[in-house]
C-alpha cells in the first residue's frame, strides 16, 4: 500500500488525506473478511499464544491498540502496559513508523481522547490499510474493547471488486466519512489494480465497462460530484 502512496498527490502528514487513501481498500477487505472468516462466529482471542478463534478456525493476531469507555481514550498497542511480546505489536510499530517519518500526529501519540475521527475503527482502517495482508476485527469486553490485526486469511480477502461493488463502495464512504474524494478515488482504483486515466476533473476507471468519476470544486477541495458508466 505505501507505494500506492507514493503515486497520489497527498499531504501524508495530513489524517484525512492518509485516511482517505486506506479507506476503500480497508471496506472492501473488512466486508470480505466478515463472509470468509468471521462467518457470524462467536470469537475468542488467545493473546499469551497470539491467535484469534472463530468456532474452530484459527488466525495470526496483531494487537493494535485499545479503547477504554472510563476514560473515553485510544492506546496504541505499542506503549505495551500489558507487557505483550514484540511480535504481537509489530503491526503497531510499524504504523507509528510511519507516522515518525510523516510527522503524522494520530499514528505517534500514545494515548488521546476518542471521537467521531479518531477511533479504534478508523486507526485499524489506517494501520491494517497501511500494510498488507491484514484485516481487522473489533474485541469488545466489559470496559471497552481492543483491536486486532488478523492476518493467514484466504487470499480471496483481498481480492479486487467488479464494477457494481466498487461503486457501491464509493457511495457508502463518501456518505458516512469525511474524505478527501480525490484521493480516496485513486487509492481505492490503484489497490484495485483498475487501471484509469484523468480527463480534466474526471477519473475514467476501465472496468469491463468504463466509469467515469466526475469532480466537482468545494472551496479548495475536489468532491465526486457524479459517478456513472460509458
Given amino acids: 500500500m505505501k507505494k500506492i502512496f507514493d503515486r497520489l498527490s497527498m499531504d501524508h502528514a495530513r489524517w484525512r488525506d492518509v485516511f482517505s487513501a486506506c479507506l476503500g481498500k480497508m471496506i472492501c477487505v473488512q466486508n470480505t473478511c466478515a463472509e470468509l472468516v468471521v462467518r457470524n462466529e462467536d470469537w475468542n482471542v488467545d493473546l499469551e499464544r497470539g491467535v484469534i478463534l472463530f468456532d474452530t478456525r484459527e488466525y495470526p493476531i496483531q494487537f493494535i491498540g485499545s479503547e477504554s469507555k472510563s476514560s473515553g481514550t485510544w492506546l496504541w498497542g505499542w506503549e505495551n502496559i500489558n507487557q505483550f511480546p514484540d511480535s504481537l505489536i509489530r503491526l503497531a510499530g510499524d504504523t507509528r513508523k510511519c507516522g515518525e517519518v510523516w510527522q503524522l500526529e494520530a499514528l505517534t501519540v500514545d494515548e488521546f481522547e476518542l471521537n467521531d475521527i479518531f477511533n479504534g475503527h478508523n486507526l485499524s482502517i489506517v494501520a491494517c490499510g497501511l500494510a498488507d495482508g491484514y484485516c481487522y476485527y473489533r474485541c469488545p469486553h466489559e470496559v471497552g474493547a481492543f483491536f486486532v490485526g488478523i492476518s493467514d486469511v484466504p487470499d480471496e480477502v483481498f481480492a479486487p471488486v467488479d ?61 465526486i460530484a457524479s459517478i456513472a458508466t460509458l
Avoid: K, M
Fill in 163 to 223: 464494477l457494481p461493488r466498487f461503486v457501491s463502495v464509493v457511495t457508502q464512504c463518501i456518505e458516512q466519512f469525511v474524505l478527501d474524494h480525490r484521493i480516496f478515488a485513486e487509492a481505492f482504483l490503484l489497490w484495485n489494480r483498475t487501471p484509469y486515466e484523468a480527463d480534466g476533473d474526471a477519473l475514467i476507471a476501465h472496468f469491463a465497462q468504463d466509469l467515469r468519476i466526475e469532480f466537482e470544486r468545494a472551496g479548495d477541495d475536489l468532491r
